[in-house]
């Protein structure tokens, strides 16, 4: 094998959840007050840290607005907001079976750490991977520090491992720090802008990525 280790995105690589995430944001963002994002605008921040992406979508905020703006999306998301967030067809097989292979697995995710555990339980993939890191464990997306600390882990070079995403700050993570990578084009970002950071392919069904490996 090429690879000893496949780092998998979740929003929008695993799971189709951009959907909520994006009614989510625009619901928080009501309750509090400020301009509606367009889901365009939204959907460009997917696989950021939230704290991260509140500047992007809303602009300068204070201190006690990215407080608000952040418990009301999490109450949406995890309260109000019933927009359902399936995995998509074929993750959980694809999963399976390059565990069964041998390759090692890893998540690299925009999410909170509290929050990817608990997706990880509700799909029953968690025994799956060996290594674990959410926004809250590293520097955001598109810093390596989250890529550097899952390697350092498992005692592997970037060299050893392949980072498989649906958004630019994916791929471009892992540009930075000399990290292979391959782009789903059914998530947040399109083919052209996946290929602004040289993916060494590109699939349209996560069901493509063990026959690619």
Known sequence: MKYQLVIFDWDGTLMDSVARIVSSMRGAAGDCGLPLPS???VRHIVGLSLREAFPVIFGELSN????????????HYLELDTTPTPLFGGAAETISQLHGLGYRLAVATGKA???????????????????????DQAKSKPDP??????????QLGPEQAVMVGDSIYDLAMAEAIGMDRIGVTYGVHDRTQLCQHTPVTLIDDIRQLGQWL
């Open 39 to 41: 889901p365009e605008r």
């Open 145 to 154: 520090l989250m890529l550097q600390q899952i390697l350092d882990e498992l």
């Open 113 to 135: 750490r509290v929050g990817l555990d608990r997706v990880l339980a509700e799909t029953g993939l968690g025994s799956y991977f060996h290594a674990l890191r959410g926004a």
């Open 64 to 75: 006690g607005q990215t407080e608000a703006l952040f418990e009301a999306y999490r109450r």
